[in-house]
């Protein structure tokens, strides 16, 4: 839609202004995996009393690290677009996005802790209506403030918010009062009123939740510096750009589907002493995972120029984007491998290898392959490579860890403070 309404320059500006405000979405998401492993391990072991001291921490957690970044975007936004931002027009467009947007990053944050509370408790039926409706209205809403107000790129950051914070009132809502309606009785019920603090519990949450949410900072953060260097090969390759990595982010879709279903059927596995049957449910899904996604990423590649052109239609740009597309195809079957491995290694506690691995694929080999691209005449072969190699180094590096087995021995250690037992 923006780019239908504005041009190239503010798909690029939003394209800047996206990895800021999703740095502190990111974070929440790293604190959520610490709460779908506390949950599901809790669920399985029919301790549903003690998932509410388990949300609560999550909730305070998320809170602690959101808030003062939405403070810094709010109050800075344009010195921080031009750190990785090229041209005048497409750092404007970004500024006036970041703004509106970072009023998002907190509820973001909680919507992905509600969320994962409930996949962990068996329902993944109700986070999918909910979040589903908050997309549906951010797009309706998108719609008619960027093309009925002429909004622009605020009209686009203005319906992310409200989206958001709709997801929140639900999810609080149903948790508290256990129901919700059109879709009926929730598996757990939480008592806002109480306290519910156990220290214990966060100290748990912060020790599986630090790793993830690094990991996702620096797979997040690393589009500064990436954004950087394709901005070297013109604001034409950023659009292209900004559009194969929605492309890739719609492909990976099944792949947090897939991950949270591991990690949920895992964890109560695990919750229950159940290790073969965790086992079991950890190598089904990968290979679930990896199957839908060499079928996803085998029909986009066939299909790359005319779902590109439904972003862009100059003819130089079409070609890139479409070029784009395809080696987000082959990184995005990674990408799929990485998820479905991942999904034990978090249930369990096991986090701090796929940060490793996300460091190592992004600045040792990713960032340095565009920097060649952009800076010799390999030219768009190494933005290419940059996208496979973001995704494979660290797929390679996480399903070696599953392959250890080491999650399991991990999960034990962890399990006294989870549900009681060791």
Not at 224 to 251: H, K, N, S, T
Not at 295 to 319: E, K, N, Q
Request: charged share 10%; aromatic share 10%; with cysteine.
């Amino acid at each position: 839609m923006v780019g239908s309404a504005l041009g190239a320059s503010a798909i690029a500006g939003v394209g800047y202004g996206v990895p800021f405000w999703t740095m502190t979405y990111m974070l929440g998401g790293g604190i959520a995996g610490g709460t779908i492993s506390l949950v599901s391990q809790r669920y399985g072991a029919d301790q549903s009393d003690r998932i509410g001291s388990a949300v609560k921490g999550s909730i305070v957690l998320a809170l602690l690290v959101t808030l003062p970044l939405v403070v810094l975007f709010w109050t800075v936004p344009e010195p921080l677009i031009r750190l990785i931002g090229s041209g005048e027009q497409a750092i404007d467009y970004g500024v006036r996005y970041l703004k509106v947007a970072c009023l998002a990053m907190p509820f973001a944050a909680l919507n992905l802790i509600g969320s994962r509370t409930l996949i962990g408790a068996d329902d993944a039926w109700t986070p999918m209506v909910v979040r589903a409706g908050g997309a549906a209205a951010n797009i309706v809403l998108n719609a008619v403030l960027i093309f009925g107000f002429g909004l622009g790129v605020v009209g686009a950051a203005i319906g992310t918010v409200v989206g958001s914070i709709a997801g929140v009132a639900l999810f609080g809502w149903g948790l508290g009062a256990g129901r919700l309606p059109f879709i009926g009785p929730l598996p757990i019920q939480i008592d806002w009123s109480r306290l519910d603090w156990d220290a214990d519990t966060v100290r748990l949450l912060v020790r599986i939740s630090t790793p993830l949410a690094l990991r996702k900072v620096a797979q997040n953060g690393g589009q500064f510096p990436m954004l950087a260097i394709v901005g070297l090969f013109g604001p034409q390759v950023v659009a292209a750009y900004v559009v194969a990595l929605r492309v890739r982010a719609l492909m990976n879709t099944p792949g947090w589907g897939f991950g949270l279903a591991s990690s949920s059927l895992v964890g109560q596995s695990l919750g229950q002493g159940q290790e073969p049957e965790a086992d079991a449910y950890a190598k089904d899904t990968l290979r679930y995972t990896v199957t839908v996604y060499a079928l996803a990423g085998a029909a986009v590649f066939l299909l790359a120029a005319p779902i590109s052109r439904l972003f862009v239609g100059d003819p130089s740009t079409l070609a890139t984007t479409t070029a784009l597309v395809r080696a987000t195809c082959v990184s995005v079957l990674l990408w799929g491998l990485m998820n479905g491995a991942l999904g034990p290694l978090r249930t369990s506690g096991d986090t701090t290898w796929p940060f490793y691995g996300q460091l190592l694929g992004l600045f040792a080999f990713s960032l340095p392959a565009a920097y060649i691209g952009a800076t010799t005449a390999v030219g768009h072969w190494g933005l290419y490579a940059s996208l496979v190699l973001e995704t494979g180094i660290p797929a390679a590096v996480v399903y070696y860890r599953f392959r250890t087995d080491k999650w399991k021995a991990i999960s034990r250690s962890n399990r006294a403070a989870a549900v009681g037992t060791s």
